[in-house]
């Protein structure tokens, strides 16, 4: 029986990013009256990480447009908002967390929503100035005033989205550009090696220098500020800024320490519930049960924390609520504006199936499992006529309708064509 929202007990947050945002918006959207709490690690109020490496980092969008909610949204809808605080142990017997001020506080549901820190290189020169990694709001200020003169000697280590995302604001900026990465061909752990090499021409084009396969052994400074980074073959590549973006990590501390269920984040059902009673998790710490595929998937992508926000909320108010929405991401680098949709792990070591054109830079990928979309990826894809290529393909894969190669390829079938008729 679904509990009274207006007596299901206080609920505290840990963790002030969209996850936790999104449910405190969705608890007071569906009527709870209860005392909600966030507790933040920064001190700022929960924003969107995607600009971050984007339209802020390049300066085509100003700092107010990144904030989950507007700053009074808090305050005029009851809502809890404790910056600069991280709770540091939970009693799951007891329904209380700890705060690291040394408070207590009571709950009847606790969402987990503490998200990912940063992969960190242990390398010696990685304490020099101008070295750093790149997650947060206070990262892309420091990291765009960097890059914004041009004209300076850039290393960045990693060939992931994050990485290449940086690679191409720093370009656009200016600045010399040096990707590192441990695959032989950008991306193609994601996408796979032929869209790999598209994105790879397209940086080239843009003046970035690749080195791949290759590491960092030694990261060189002089006078506290770092001047270069040796390569595992002992190449010298000169640097001003070096950023370190090698992926990142579940901030799973707290839960395992509370005796959750872990397994490459905290694992939940398609409810978004942890193993423990009252307890749920969100956003990219969770490994949470997906109703579409029956499988544990562990997203790291604003859209999985937005749905999750939603879902774990509504499972919190006793709500027939689960995880079911198909995952998305984008990335804009240089003139490519791409969107994916889909699950990476079932389309690993498929190949793609190209519409349009690649060397046009105007293209719809489709991976296929059994005949069946499992995943797609447009670019710069007119949006319209109806349906656009992102609503196809998601519906394509909702509907787990077998569909040829041969048709996904065919420009002069329309994409509407591709649906089954009850879509």
């Given amino acids: 029986m679904a ?40 001190h700022h109020p929960p924003y969107l990480r995607p600009p ?22 808090y ?34 549901s606790l969402l987990l929503a503490t998200g990912a820190a940063p992969r960190t290189l ?20 420091r990291l765009r005033s960097s890059l914004a003169a041009g004209g300076r000697n850039v290393v960045m280590v990693g060939s992931g989205w994050i990485g290449m995302e940086l690679a191409a604001a720093a370009a656009t900026y200016g600045n010399n550009v040096t990707l590192l990465g441990l695959e032989e061909i950008p991306l193609a752990g994601a996408i796979g090696p032929e869209l790999g090499r598209f994105f790879r021409r397209l940086h080239e084009a843009n003046g970035v220098s690749f080195r791949l396969p290759a590491s960092a052994r030694e990261i060189t400074g002089l006078g506290g500020a770092v001047t270069g980074v040796v390569t595992d073959s002992g190449e010298a590549l000169p640097a001003d800024i070096v950023v370190i973006a090698v992926g990142v990590v579940p901030e799973t501390g707290i839960a395992q320490a509370a005796g959750l269920a872990l397994d490459n984040g905290i694992l939940t059902d398609a409810s978004l519930r942890t193993s423990a009673p009252g307890i749920f998790a969100a956003g990219d710490v969770a490994n949470a049960l997906h109703r579409f595929t029956g499988q544990h998937h562990r997203s790291e992508h604003w859209s999985n924390a937005l749905n999750g926000g939603k879902v774990a909320a509504r499972a919190m ?3 027939d609520a689960v995880l079911g929405t198909i995952p998305y991401f984008y990335t804009d680098q240089y003139d490519v504006s791409m969107e994916y949709s889909g699950f990476p792990a079932l389309a690993a070591g498929a190949e793609p199936v190209i519409r349009g ?26 949006r319209k006529p109806q349906p656009g290529a992102q609503k196809t393909i998601k519906a394509l894969i909702s509907a787990r309708t077998r569909v040829t190669a041969e048709r996904l390829a065919d420009n002069s079938v329309g994409l509407d064509q591709l649906l089954p008729e009850d879509a």
Avoid at 54 to 73: N, Q, R
Avoid at 75 to 91: C, H, P, S
Avoid at 361 to 379: L, N, P, T
């Fill in 52 to 73: 971050l490496s984007k339209e802020y980092l390049l300066g085509k969008a100003a700092e107010d447009a990144v904030p989950v909610v507007p700053p009074g949204w």
């Fill in 317 to 319: 108010l006793g709500q």
């Fill in 357 to 382: 054109s690649l060397e046009g830079k105007e293209f719809i990928a489709f991976w296929q499992q059994d005949s069946r979309v499992v995943a797609g990826m447009s670019v710069n894809w007119p």
């Fill in 3 to 42: 509990e009274d929202i207006a007596t299901a007990g206080d609920i505290v947050i840990a963790g002030g990013g969209l996850a936790g945002a999104t449910a405190a918006k969705t608890l007071r959207a569906e009527g709870f009256k209860g005392r909600v709490t966030i507790i933040g690690a920064e």
């Fill in 122 to 141: 242990r390398l010696p020169g990685s304490d020099l100035a101008g070295v750093s990694t790149f997650r947060t709001l206070d990262d892309s200020r």
């Fill in 75 to 108: 305050a005029e809808n009851d809502v809890g908002l404790r910056l600069g605080a991280r709770v540091t142990g939970i009693r799951p017997d007891a329904r209380t967390v700890e705060l690291d001020d040394g408070s207590t506080l009571a709950y009847g």
